[in-house]
């Protein structure tokens, strides 16, 4: 009995321990903090996800990273980005995927890679060139304020093009990334409105505006605006409508489609529109 009480009181003590100890455990933050930047260009959602360094009174490049020293773009894991369709980057087409970011930063030039492995982290000397899907060389621009955490976002955005921006202390490296919009969005229109049945007023008036914005078949892109404002007129559509009349160098047809806009606007109580009318008003009275 007593080698038994022995072993119970043997076992209670250990349980007390261990159970110290997993409390003893702190949860504190993370010395480079990770994060997350999404960003959909064109028709594609990019991602990048890295920890963010500070400098902390260090100098960066040229000393604590020295140049030409391959650098993972950022701290602890590697660096990735995820393109969830092909994009071209400085030129160079890039299939859908993940892939690590790294750079060799450079005084007056920087080499930015992409790489199939994304599990090197800093093991850069395990690096295989081969592995490489895109490597090229861009100029690297000084910043007039300090950034003081490493900042990796996308700047310059358009309807299919952005730079991805890595931005710390007084540097900023830009990439240019391409998506493919043209073809999917022109799929699309041939599909649900030219060759579509029981046409939408809504499909009618984005295939009109994808016209307008990309200086596609003025006509035709009036037509389709046209028949979405036939049974359901929006303040916003029968603007697109009077723009499509003035790229038809109709002005009449420009301003009389602008007065209605104005007038369903202010039923909407929508002050914007207003003002975009009557300055557009303005412009084609001068025509």
Known sequence: MRRRGTI?????????????????????PAASSPATVTQRVGLTDITVKYSRPSLKGRKMFGETLPYGQPWRAG??????????????????????????????????????????????????KDYKKEEDVARF?????????????????????????ANLEILW???????????????????????????????????????????????????LALEWIKKANEKDPKFWNMHTQAKLHAKNKDYKGAIASAEKSIALAKEAKNDDYVR????????????
Not at 22 to 28: E, G, P, R, W, Y
Not at 138 to 159: C, G, Q, R, S
Request: hydrophobic share 40%.
């Open 8 to 28: 119970f009181t043997f076992v209670i003590a250990l349980a007390i321990f261990c159970s110290q100890q997993v409390m003893a455990q702190l949860t504190i």
């Open 75 to 124: 701290a602890n894991n590697s660096t990735v980005i995820e393109f969830k369709d092909p994009v071209t980057l400085q030129g160079t087409p890039v299939p859908a995927g993940e892939y690590a970011i790294y750079t060799i930063p450079g005084e007056t030039e920087w080499t930015v890679i992409f790489n199939k492995n994304t599990k090197l982290g800093g093991n850069t």
């Open 137 to 161: 060389k861009v100029k690297p621009l000084k910043t007039p304020t300090k950034t003081e955490t490493l900042t990796i976002n996308f700047a310059d955005v358009t309807p299919s093009t």
């Open 169 to 219: 202390e007084n540097t900023s490296v830009k990439v240019k990334i391409i998506a493919e919009v043209e073809s999917k969005v022109m799929a699309q229109i041939q599909e649900q409105v030219i060759n579509g049945k029981d046409v939408k007023p809504d499909l009618y008036a984005a295939a009109a505006v994808y016209y307008l914005d990309t200086n596609k078949d003025p006509k």
């Open 276 to 287: 975009m009318n009557e300055k557009a008003i303005a412009e084609w009275k001068k025509m």
